[in-house]
């Protein structure tokens, strides 16, 4: 690699090491911004299925999905991962910044085991009546509840035994 033009000192070469290998990522909801971080890899539940990001991936727009956000940080920042559940909306990537813009995102230890459990009772509880004006529709609103009802319990159970 060549020597920069300008002189650096350790520190400020450092940060540009660890900005050559990372995205900015933002996470938005429509009342808030819960994420806006350097990540070194990103997978994220697109509409389709999963897709991972990373610095220098190519410009992309896609509608997000109902899943599971992971987001790996750098080493300077820990080397964790963070996990959030995501639903509908869109994501997008160029110039190396990922920006998902999400209905609906909560932190994976955000999640009370307990509400999940309730909620994914209450969901299976749900059928479609015979006399639904849009049958279809109802049966696919059914079938997303207890969807996120069960990623919502395997992401508290998991959070809980990694100890978060």
């Known amino acids: 690699m060549p020597e920069p033009i300008c002189p650096t000192d350790g520190a ?36 389709d ?31 964790g991962s963070r996990e959030y559940l995501v639903e509908d909306g869109f994501v997008e ?19 009370v085991e307990s509400e999940a459990k309730a909620e994914l009772a209450e969901a299976e509880a749900r059928i479609v009546p015979d006399d639904a004006p849009n049958k279809l529709e109802a049966v696919e609103q059914v079938t997303r509840a207890k969807e996120r009802a069960r990623l919502k319990l395997s992401m508290a159970q998991g959070s809980k035994s990694a100890g978060i």
Not at 93 to 111: F, K, P, T
């Open 12 to 47: 400020e070469k450092k940060d540009l090491e660890v900005a050559d290998n990372t995205i900015t990522c933002r996470l938005v909801t429509p009342s808030e911004e819960l994420l806006n971080e350097q990540v070194v890899y990103a997978s994220v539940p697109a509409w």
């Open 49 to 79: 299925g999963l897709i991972g990001f990373q610095h220098g991936g190519s410009p992309l727009v896609s509608r997000l999905g109902l899943g599971k956000l992971r987001l790996d940080f750098p080493a300077e920042a820990g080397s």
């Open 93 to 111: 990537m160029g110039q190396n910044e990922l920006v998902i813009l999400a209905e609906r995102a909560v932190a994976a230890e955000a999640i």
